[in-house]
């Protein structure tokens, strides 16, 4: 006669996850998006100086007869 199957162990079902366990990505995700914020809204570096004075401008122009020598290969300059 066959033998009855013995019992190796009881399956049951796991108890359900707690709050944080099933939100914690939510929390984490929201806390960064708000802290990156507040690092690109409030911590900036100072601004730059600005010149008392304006800068000093060109005051002659170039000259509209100037020469330019053409630039040659060596060993072909005319």
């Known amino acids: 006669m066959a033998q009855a199957p ?4 009881v399956l ?5 996850p707690t709050w944080w366990k099933v939100n914690r990505h ?4 929201i806390s960064g998006l708000l802290i ?7 911590l ?3 601004p730059q100086p600005q010149p008392q004075t304006p800068r000093q ?3 002659t122009p ?12 060596h060993g072909f300059a005319a």
């Open 12 to 16: 049951t079902e796991p108890p359900a």
């Open 6 to 9: 013995t019992v190796i162990g």
């Open 57 to 59: 401008g060109h005051t």
């Open 62 to 73: 170039a000259p509209a007869t100037a020469e330019h020598p053409t630039r040659t290969a």
């Open 44 to 46: 900036h570096g100072a």
């Open 26 to 29: 939510k929390v984490f995700g």
């Open 36 to 42: 990156g914020y507040l690092i690109g809204t409030h």
